[in-house]
């Protein structure tokens, strides 16, 4: 079993800037891809961001393109999500997911682990 702990969530102001961090515990990771996605009150679970194993690909929803970049450090277990520009509509809690294919994806279908969620709220 693998457990995912993300961590960064906290309260903003329009245009700040925050990083969440999110690390995979129980096992060693060298073949899984890295997602987060986010999910507002009362809307369904949406992709944000995703990235392979070494970092070769990448992958960005519309609505975060040139705000946000994903990154990882495999020597951690840990893959990071650099939030620029905060706007009030990126208040949502956000996943970090992983999955046992190393291909980046958009589809949540094809994450495998789950974290728990942490809470980004931005005030305008």
């Known amino acids: 079993q693998v457990e995912l702990v993300e961590s960064g969530g906290r309260l903003v102001q329009a245009g700040d800037s925050l990083r969440l961090s999110c690390t995979a515990r129980s096992r060693t990771f060298s073949d899984a891809a890295w997602g987060w996605f986010r999910q507002a009150p009362g809307k369904e679970r949406e992709f944000v961001s995703s990235?392979?194993?070494?970092?070769?690909?990448?992958l960005y929803a519309d609505s975060v393109k040139g705000r946000f970049t994903i990154s990882s450090d495999n020597t951690k277990n840990t893959v990071y999500l650099q939030m620029n520009t905060l706007k009030p509509e990126d208040t949502a809690v956000y996943y970090c997911a992983s999955r046992r294919f190393n291909s980046a994806s958009s589809n949540l279908l094809d994450y495998d682990y789950w974290g728990q969620g942490t809470q980004v709220t931005v005030s305008s």
């Open positions: 990235i392979t194993w070494g970092g070769e690909t990448t």
